[in-house]
């Protein structure tokens, strides 16, 4: 069982930044691909980034791409979304997940590939 934990939301304005965590405790995250997730009041769990076993395959929603980065260290259990130039469009509870794999460069995409879900972090961005 891996347990994750986000932290790192909050307010912020248009165009700030804000970094993401989600650490997992009990056990190791480092043979586990990780994705971050998003969902509004609504609307269904949408895909944000993902990140390979080894870190060395990431993957974005494109409206996404050049402002968030996916990061981990597997050293410290964590995986991390750095994002920059928000938008009030990014408003939403965002939601790491994780999965086991033997494939050090695959990472996943969809929901119901991960097996493992944080409690979620309000990430509000005011215009």
């Known amino acids: 069982q891996v347990q994750l934990v986000e932290s790192g939301g909050g307010l912020v304005q248009a165009g700030g930044s804000l970094r993401l965590s989600c650490a997992a405790s009990e056990r190791t995250l480092s043979s586990h691909a990780v994705g971050w997730f998003r969902q509004t009041p609504g609307k269904e769990r949408g895909f944000v980034a993902a990140i390979s076993v080894n870190g060395g395959i990431t993957y974005y929603l494109d409206s996404v791409k050049g402002r968030f980065t996916i990061s981990r260290d597997n050293a410290k259990n964590t995986v991390y979304l750095q994002m920059n130039s928000l938008q009030p469009g990014d408003t939403a509870v965002y939601y790491c997940?994780?999965?086991?794999?033997?494939?050090?460069?695959?990472?996943?995409?969809?929901?119901?590939?991960?097996?493992?879900w944080g409690q979620g972090t309000q990430v509000t961005v005011s215009s």
């Open positions: 997940a994780a999965r086991s794999t033997y494939y050090s460069g695959r990472y996943y995409v969809n929901d119901y590939e991960y097996t493992y």
